[in-house]
Protein backbone atom coordinates (compact mmCIF):
# COMPACT_ATOMS: atom_id res chain seq x y z
CA UNK A 1 0.00 0.00 0.00
CA UNK A 2 2.85 2.35 0.61
CA UNK A 3 4.17 1.99 -2.70
CA UNK A 4 0.75 2.89 -4.59
CA UNK A 5 0.77 -1.03 -5.64
CA UNK A 6 -2.92 -0.95 -4.89
CA UNK A 7 -4.15 -4.13 -6.86
CA UNK A 8 -1.56 -6.40 -5.37
CA UNK A 9 -1.95 -4.83 -1.66
CA UNK A 10 -5.89 -5.71 -3.00
CA UNK A 11 -4.66 -8.94 -3.92
CA UNK A 12 -2.84 -9.84 -0.41
CA UNK A 13 -5.96 -8.71 1.61
CA UNK A 14 -8.49 -11.00 -0.29
CA UNK A 15 -6.08 -14.09 0.17
CA UNK A 16 -6.13 -13.47 4.12
CA UNK A 17 -9.73 -12.50 3.92
CA UNK A 18 -10.04 -16.23 2.01
CA UNK A 19 -8.38 -18.10 5.00
CA UNK A 20 -9.25 -16.11 8.11
CA UNK A 21 -12.93 -14.63 7.03
CA UNK A 22 -13.66 -13.20 10.22
CA UNK A 23 -10.22 -10.94 10.34
CA UNK A 24 -12.07 -7.37 10.68
CA UNK A 25 -8.88 -5.81 9.78
CA UNK A 26 -8.73 -7.63 6.59
CA UNK A 27 -11.46 -6.00 5.37
CA UNK A 28 -10.79 -2.72 6.84
CA UNK A 29 -7.46 -3.02 4.81
CA UNK A 30 -9.25 -4.18 1.58
CA UNK A 31 -12.17 -1.22 1.90
CA UNK A 32 -9.10 1.56 2.41
CA UNK A 33 -7.31 0.03 -1.01
CA UNK A 34 -10.42 0.28 -3.02
CA UNK A 35 -11.10 3.84 -1.42
CA UNK A 36 -7.97 4.88 -2.77
CA UNK A 37 -8.82 3.42 -6.13
CA UNK A 38 -12.23 5.30 -6.18
CA UNK A 39 -14.21 2.20 -6.29
CA UNK A 40 -16.81 3.37 -3.67
CA UNK A 41 -18.81 0.43 -3.75
CA UNK A 42 -16.32 -2.40 -2.96
CA UNK A 43 -14.98 0.42 -0.31
CA UNK A 44 -18.27 0.34 1.06
CA UNK A 45 -18.60 -3.44 0.68
CA UNK A 46 -15.41 -4.14 2.52
CA UNK A 47 -15.52 -1.28 5.47
CA UNK A 48 -19.04 -2.75 5.79
CA UNK A 49 -17.60 -5.95 6.79
CA UNK A 50 -15.28 -4.64 8.73
CA UNK A 51 -17.94 -2.62 10.91
CA UNK A 52 -19.96 -5.51 11.58
CA UNK A 53 -17.38 -7.89 12.53
CA UNK A 54 -15.73 -5.07 14.67
CA UNK A 55 -18.20 -2.16 15.35
CA UNK A 56 -15.53 -0.58 17.13
CA UNK A 57 -12.23 -1.21 15.03
CA UNK A 58 -10.93 2.40 15.05
CA UNK A 59 -10.53 3.90 11.81
CA UNK A 60 -13.21 1.50 9.98
CA UNK A 61 -16.69 4.13 10.29
CA UNK A 62 -14.50 6.92 9.60
CA UNK A 63 -13.21 5.51 5.85
CA UNK A 64 -17.17 4.07 5.92
CA UNK A 65 -18.75 7.39 6.45
CA UNK A 66 -15.68 9.33 4.01
CA UNK A 67 -16.91 6.03 1.51
CA UNK A 68 -20.80 6.84 1.75
CA UNK A 69 -19.81 10.50 1.18
CA UNK A 70 -18.35 9.85 -1.77
CA UNK A 71 -21.49 7.99 -3.09
CA UNK A 72 -23.65 10.95 -1.85
CA UNK A 73 -24.96 8.99 0.64
CA UNK A 74 -24.94 11.79 2.68
CA UNK A 75 -27.16 10.16 5.73
CA UNK A 76 -25.33 6.83 5.91
CA UNK A 77 -22.15 8.84 5.68
CA UNK A 78 -23.17 11.08 8.84
CA UNK A 79 -24.32 7.57 10.93
CA UNK A 80 -21.28 6.53 10.28
CA UNK A 81 -19.08 9.41 10.98
CA UNK A 82 -20.87 9.89 14.10
CA UNK A 83 -20.34 6.16 15.74
CA UNK A 84 -16.60 7.03 14.98
CA UNK A 85 -16.76 10.22 17.00
CA UNK A 86 -18.08 8.15 19.93
CA UNK A 87 -14.53 5.57 19.36
CA UNK A 88 -12.47 8.13 19.17
CA UNK A 89 -13.35 11.33 20.17
CA UNK A 90 -10.41 13.12 20.36
CA UNK A 91 -9.93 13.06 16.23
CA UNK A 92 -10.46 16.12 14.30
CA UNK A 93 -10.68 14.45 11.05
CA UNK A 94 -13.26 12.25 12.16
CA UNK A 95 -15.43 15.81 13.21
CA UNK A 96 -13.91 18.11 9.79
CA UNK A 97 -15.59 14.39 7.75
CA UNK A 98 -18.87 14.71 9.65
CA UNK A 99 -19.05 18.50 9.16
CA UNK A 100 -18.56 17.99 5.54
CA UNK A 101 -20.97 15.42 5.15
CA UNK A 102 -23.36 17.71 7.26
CA UNK A 103 -22.95 20.33 4.72
CA UNK A 104 -23.39 18.21 1.86
CA UNK A 105 -27.14 16.89 3.06
CA UNK A 106 -27.73 20.41 3.69
CA UNK A 107 -27.58 21.23 7.40
CA UNK A 108 -24.99 23.74 8.05
CA UNK A 109 -26.16 24.44 11.45
CA UNK A 110 -25.47 20.79 12.55
CA UNK A 111 -21.88 21.12 10.40
CA UNK A 112 -20.42 24.56 11.76
CA UNK A 113 -21.13 22.70 15.45
CA UNK A 114 -18.95 19.51 13.93
CA UNK A 115 -16.22 22.14 12.41
CA UNK A 116 -15.83 23.82 15.82
CA UNK A 117 -15.09 20.71 17.45
CA UNK A 118 -12.91 20.09 14.84
CA UNK A 119 -11.31 23.34 14.81
CA UNK A 120 -10.82 22.73 18.61
CA UNK A 121 -9.04 19.85 18.35
CA UNK A 122 -6.73 21.11 15.37
CA UNK A 123 -7.04 24.68 15.39
CA UNK A 124 -4.04 25.27 12.67
CA UNK A 125 -5.73 22.67 10.44
CA UNK A 126 -6.03 24.81 7.28
CA UNK A 127 -8.78 22.29 5.87
CA UNK A 128 -10.80 22.51 9.01
CA UNK A 129 -10.55 26.20 9.16
CA UNK A 130 -11.84 26.27 5.36
CA UNK A 131 -14.71 24.08 5.71
CA UNK A 132 -15.99 25.69 9.03
CA UNK A 133 -15.76 29.23 7.38
CA UNK A 134 -17.84 28.14 5.06
CA UNK A 135 -20.31 26.14 6.92
CA UNK A 136 -20.61 29.29 9.24
CA UNK A 137 -20.57 31.79 6.01
CA UNK A 138 -23.66 29.69 5.29
CA UNK A 139 -25.31 29.61 8.64
CA UNK A 140 -25.16 33.34 8.18
CA UNK A 141 -26.25 33.50 4.95
CA UNK A 142 -29.52 31.50 6.18
CA UNK A 143 -30.18 33.49 9.06
CA UNK A 144 -30.41 36.75 6.54
CA UNK A 145 -32.57 34.94 4.27
CA UNK A 146 -35.04 33.88 7.04
CA UNK A 147 -34.86 37.47 8.58
CA UNK A 148 -35.51 39.43 4.81
CA UNK A 149 -38.44 36.32 4.21
CA UNK A 150 -39.68 37.65 7.98
CA UNK A 151 -39.70 41.16 8.02
CA UNK A 152 -38.12 43.02 4.58
CA UNK A 153 -38.11 46.13 5.65
CA UNK A 154 -36.71 45.50 9.27
CA UNK A 155 -34.23 47.73 10.12
CA UNK A 156 -31.71 45.43 10.66
CA UNK A 157 -32.74 43.84 7.19
CA UNK A 158 -30.72 47.38 6.00
CA UNK A 159 -28.22 47.15 8.54
CA UNK A 160 -26.89 43.97 7.37
CA UNK A 161 -27.25 44.86 3.64
CA UNK A 162 -24.72 47.92 4.48
CA UNK A 163 -22.18 45.04 6.28
CA UNK A 164 -22.40 43.34 3.29
CA UNK A 165 -21.50 46.75 0.87
CA UNK A 166 -18.91 47.60 3.78
CA UNK A 167 -17.10 44.23 2.44
CA UNK A 168 -17.77 44.47 -0.76
CA UNK A 169 -16.41 47.89 -0.71
CA UNK A 170 -19.50 49.23 -2.32
CA UNK A 171 -19.38 52.14 0.28
CA UNK A 172 -22.29 54.64 -1.09
CA UNK A 173 -24.50 51.82 -0.85
CA UNK A 174 -23.14 51.12 2.50
CA UNK A 175 -24.11 54.58 3.96
CA UNK A 176 -27.61 54.41 2.48
CA UNK A 177 -28.41 51.24 3.83
CA UNK A 178 -27.12 52.24 6.91
CA UNK A 179 -29.24 55.68 6.61
CA UNK A 180 -32.44 53.64 5.87
CA UNK A 181 -31.80 51.63 9.26
CA UNK A 182 -30.86 54.30 11.49
CA UNK A 183 -34.46 55.94 10.19
CA UNK A 184 -36.32 53.08 10.92
CA UNK A 185 -34.40 53.09 14.38
CA UNK A 186 -32.97 56.05 15.08
CA UNK A 187 -31.90 55.39 18.80
CA UNK A 188 -30.44 51.70 18.21
CA UNK A 189 -27.18 51.69 19.83
CA UNK A 190 -24.43 51.16 17.54
CA UNK A 191 -25.60 52.35 14.29
CA UNK A 192 -24.52 55.24 14.41
CA UNK A 193 -20.93 54.23 14.94
CA UNK A 194 -20.95 52.06 12.03
CA UNK A 195 -22.10 54.68 9.73
CA UNK A 196 -19.50 56.86 10.98
CA UNK A 197 -16.98 54.41 10.21
CA UNK A 198 -18.01 54.09 6.37
CA UNK A 199 -17.63 58.01 6.07
CA UNK A 200 -14.32 57.65 7.82
CA UNK A 201 -13.23 54.89 5.43
CA UNK A 202 -14.74 57.43 2.71
CA UNK A 203 -12.24 60.01 4.54
CA UNK A 204 -15.37 61.76 4.89
CA UNK A 205 -14.36 63.24 8.61
CA UNK A 206 -17.01 66.04 8.97
CA UNK A 207 -19.70 63.66 8.54
CA UNK A 208 -17.82 61.05 10.50
CA UNK A 209 -16.86 63.25 13.48
CA UNK A 210 -20.99 63.94 13.19
CA UNK A 211 -22.07 60.30 13.39
CA UNK A 212 -19.71 59.46 16.27
CA UNK A 213 -21.10 62.08 18.39
CA UNK A 214 -24.40 61.01 17.37
CA UNK A 215 -23.06 57.79 18.92
CA UNK A 216 -22.54 58.97 21.97
CA UNK A 217 -25.54 61.02 22.50
CA UNK A 218 -27.06 57.41 21.63
CA UNK A 219 -24.90 55.68 23.28
CA UNK A 220 -23.41 57.86 26.43
CA UNK A 221 -21.42 54.71 27.52
CA UNK A 222 -19.70 53.78 23.94
CA UNK A 223 -15.81 53.74 24.62
CA UNK A 224 -15.31 52.54 20.93
CA UNK A 225 -17.24 55.90 19.84
CA UNK A 226 -15.45 57.80 22.45
CA UNK A 227 -11.69 56.62 21.13
CA UNK A 228 -12.80 56.94 16.91
CA UNK A 229 -14.37 60.76 17.92
CA UNK A 230 -10.64 61.20 19.36
CA UNK A 231 -8.58 60.45 16.68
CA UNK A 232 -11.24 62.00 14.26
CA UNK A 233 -10.44 65.02 15.97
CA UNK A 234 -6.44 64.65 15.69
CA UNK A 235 -6.89 64.42 11.88
CA UNK A 236 -8.87 67.50 11.85
CA UNK A 237 -6.34 69.47 14.04
CA UNK A 238 -8.52 69.20 17.43
CA UNK A 239 -6.45 67.79 19.55
CA UNK A 240 -8.11 69.78 22.78
CA UNK A 241 -11.36 68.17 21.97
CA UNK A 242 -9.12 64.62 21.24
CA UNK A 243 -6.85 65.06 24.41
CA UNK A 244 -10.24 65.19 26.47
CA UNK A 245 -11.90 62.08 25.06
CA UNK A 246 -8.89 60.43 25.24
CA UNK A 247 -8.68 60.78 28.78
CA UNK A 248 -11.77 59.18 29.25
CA UNK A 249 -11.03 56.52 27.33
CA UNK A 250 -8.01 55.92 29.42
CA UNK A 251 -9.77 56.43 32.97
CA UNK A 252 -11.99 53.29 31.53
CA UNK A 253 -9.29 51.41 30.07
CA UNK A 254 -5.83 52.32 31.67
CA UNK A 255 -4.05 50.11 29.60
CA UNK A 256 -4.93 50.79 26.31
CA UNK A 257 -2.03 50.98 24.05
CA UNK A 258 -3.82 53.15 20.87
CA UNK A 259 -5.45 55.00 23.09
CA UNK A 260 -2.05 56.03 24.83
CA UNK A 261 -0.18 56.26 21.54
CA UNK A 262 -3.52 58.61 20.34
CA UNK A 263 -3.38 60.77 23.05
CA UNK A 264 0.25 61.53 22.47
CA UNK A 265 -0.69 62.75 18.91
CA UNK A 266 -3.07 65.05 20.58
CA UNK A 267 -0.15 66.12 22.59
CA UNK A 268 2.05 66.69 20.71
CA UNK A 269 0.05 68.52 18.14
CA UNK A 270 -0.85 71.15 21.38
CA UNK A 271 3.16 71.22 21.84
CA UNK A 272 2.86 69.79 25.01
CA UNK A 273 6.27 67.73 24.36
CA UNK A 274 6.98 66.08 27.87
CA UNK A 275 3.04 64.96 27.56
CA UNK A 276 3.24 63.73 24.00
CA UNK A 277 6.30 61.58 25.43
CA UNK A 278 4.74 60.41 28.20
CA UNK A 279 1.99 58.71 26.48
CA UNK A 280 3.98 57.39 23.07
CA UNK A 281 6.35 55.89 26.38
CA UNK A 282 3.11 54.57 28.01
CA UNK A 283 1.66 52.91 24.77
CA UNK A 284 5.68 51.01 24.72
CA UNK A 285 5.22 50.30 28.65
CA UNK A 286 1.65 48.68 28.36
CA UNK A 287 2.88 46.36 25.42
CA UNK A 288 6.21 44.50 26.49
CA UNK A 289 7.20 42.42 23.98
CA UNK A 290 4.98 43.39 21.73
CA UNK A 291 5.34 43.92 18.00
CA UNK A 292 2.72 46.07 16.42
CA UNK A 293 1.94 48.72 14.29
CA UNK A 294 1.04 50.95 17.04
CA UNK A 295 3.99 50.52 19.15
CA UNK A 296 6.58 50.80 16.13
CA UNK A 297 4.72 54.31 15.19
CA UNK A 298 5.40 55.20 19.03
CA UNK A 299 8.84 54.81 19.19
CA UNK A 300 9.21 56.62 16.37
CA UNK A 301 6.94 59.58 17.29
CA UNK A 302 9.23 59.36 20.50
CA UNK A 303 12.66 59.48 18.30
CA UNK A 304 11.40 62.42 16.38
CA UNK A 305 10.25 64.40 20.03
CA UNK A 306 13.19 63.52 21.37
CA UNK A 307 15.18 64.84 18.52
CA UNK A 308 13.06 68.44 18.68
CA UNK A 309 13.84 68.66 22.74
CA UNK A 310 17.78 68.06 22.08
CA UNK A 311 17.65 64.21 23.64
CA UNK A 312 20.35 62.66 21.00
CA UNK A 313 20.69 59.36 22.97
CA UNK A 314 17.27 58.95 23.45
CA UNK A 315 16.47 59.76 20.14
CA UNK A 316 18.62 57.25 18.65
CA UNK A 317 17.72 54.44 21.32
CA UNK A 318 13.84 55.03 20.00
CA UNK A 319 14.88 55.50 15.98
CA UNK A 320 16.86 52.05 16.86
CA UNK A 321 13.70 50.38 18.34
CA UNK A 322 11.79 51.41 15.76
CA UNK A 323 13.99 49.84 12.93
CA UNK A 324 14.32 47.00 14.81
CA UNK A 325 10.67 46.21 15.21
CA UNK A 326 10.46 47.52 11.24
CA UNK A 327 12.65 45.04 10.38
CA UNK A 328 11.28 41.95 12.41
CA UNK A 329 7.35 43.05 10.75
CA UNK A 330 8.87 42.93 7.17
CA UNK A 331 10.22 39.68 8.16
CA UNK A 332 7.42 38.33 9.28
CA UNK A 333 5.47 39.65 6.23
CA UNK A 334 7.46 38.13 3.97
CA UNK A 335 7.68 34.59 5.76
CA UNK A 336 3.68 34.68 5.71
CA UNK A 337 3.95 35.16 1.75
CA UNK A 338 6.26 32.43 1.54
CA UNK A 339 3.76 29.80 4.02
CA UNK A 340 0.77 30.80 1.97
CA UNK A 341 2.81 29.96 -1.02
CA UNK A 342 4.19 26.70 -0.02
CA UNK A 343 0.79 25.63 1.64
CA UNK A 344 -0.86 25.95 -1.85
CA UNK A 345 1.55 24.28 -3.63
CA UNK A 346 0.68 21.05 -0.72
CA UNK A 347 -2.85 20.60 -0.82
CA UNK A 348 -2.62 17.33 -1.54
CA UNK A 349 -2.90 15.09 2.61
CA UNK A 350 -2.66 11.74 3.08
CA UNK A 351 -6.40 11.11 3.48
CA UNK A 352 -8.85 11.57 0.49
CA UNK A 353 -10.60 15.46 0.05
CA UNK A 354 -14.03 16.60 -0.04
Known amino acids: MRNGEWETAAADFSLVIARAPVFAEAYFNLGLVRLQQGRFDDAVASLGKSVALKPRLRGANLFLGIARYRKNS ?36 AASVSLDKAATLSPNDVDILY ?101 VSIERSQPQAAAELLSEVLRRTPRDTDAQYQLGRAQAQLGNTDAAIHSFSA ?72
Not at 217 to 226: C, F, G, L, R, V
Not at 317 to 330: I, M, N
Request: aromatic share 6%; with cysteine.
Open 74 to 109: YSQAIAALKREAQIDPANAKVFMWLGVAQLAAGDAS
Open 283 to 354: AVADSPGTDSETVRQSYYQLAQLYRQDHKTDESRAALDSFLRLKQQADAQQAQKLQDKLKRASQIQETNPQP
Open 131 to 231: HRGRAHMLVSKESYEQMYRVDPNSWRVHQVLAQSFVEEDRLDEAVRECQEAISLKPQEPGLHEELGDIYQRQNDLPKAEAEFQSELKTNPESTTSMYKLAV
